[in-house]
């Protein structure tokens, strides 16, 4: 049985006081604006919409070592709220049977802030085990190159062990498994779904593994998985 838990990490600037693009002001009136334009909006007809912002000051893209500024209010028009969820949080696999591997699925659903990408991490607090302390171990793979950080193939009924793959980048195949960075050992929680650009429900498939030789003990194993899904900003 695995426990599922996911948080979410958001970075938030605090302003001590108001900062105004423009200012004008008269006896009569007193106008702060976020920028100064000719024109902006939404615009649309029967064959295309539009939204734009015309005379802006410095807008477009500016980077250096280290720093990337994009400038311009249509960098976050129209915006979307950073948004992460699965689908399911309790993962059963049942009865095992020896050399016959089991497998199971969670789907991860994801929004990034317009022109803006994301990145989600995992990590176990520890391998499948049982109150005493007896695991099921991480999977090393076929060729015994599988880590928290390196995905190997896993098709043989004898390799034996738990780990999970996602339909992502960082898989080269659906038969290529990693293991999930271990708290307990103090492992460093790896990335395996990211994008630079913005995505909108973007759903992320993983796949869990387990197997077990016939000299595993029974019982009831568990532990629990954690995602941490954080927006680019």
Not at 51 to 65: F, L, M, R
Not at 177 to 199: C, G, K, L, M, Y
Request: charged fraction near 10%.
């Amino acid at each position: 049985m695995i426990k599922l838990y996911y948080l979410l990490s958001v970075i938030c600037y605090l302003l001590s006081s108001p900062i105004y693009a423009q200012h004008f002001e008269s006896s009569n009136y007193n106008i702060d604006w976020g920028n100064f334009n000719m024109t902006s909006g939404r615009k649309s007809s029967t064959n295309y919409s539009l939204t734009d912002t015309v005379g802006q000051n410095a807008p477009g893209e500016y980077s250096k070592t280290g720093v990337k500024l994009k400038s311009g209010f249509q960098y976050i028009y129209p915006f979307d709220e950073f948004s992460f969820a699965i689908d399911n949080l309790d993962i059963n696999f049942g009865t095992l049977t020896p050399s016959i591997a089991t497998t199971a699925v969670s789907t991860l659903t994801t929004t990034s802030p317009s022109g803006l990408g994301f990145q989600i991490t995992t990590q176990e607090n520890s391998p499948l085990r049982l109150n005493s302390g007896t695991t099921i171990p991480d999977v090393l793979g076929d060729n015994n190159l599988a880590s928290e950080f390196v995905a190997d193939t896993w098709t043989n009924a004898t390799t034996y062990g738990f780990g999970f793959n996602a339909n992502t980048t960082y898989f080269s195949t659906t038969n290529h498994f990693r293991q999930f960075a271990n708290i307990s050992q103090s492992e460093v929680p790896q990335i395996f779904d990211s994008s630079n650009t913005h995505v909108k429900n973007h759903t992320t498939t993983i796949t869990y593994k387990i197997n077990i030789s016939s000299s595993q003990a029974a019982g009831t194993y568990q532990n629990y998985i954690v995602y941490t899904a954080t927006p680019q900003y």
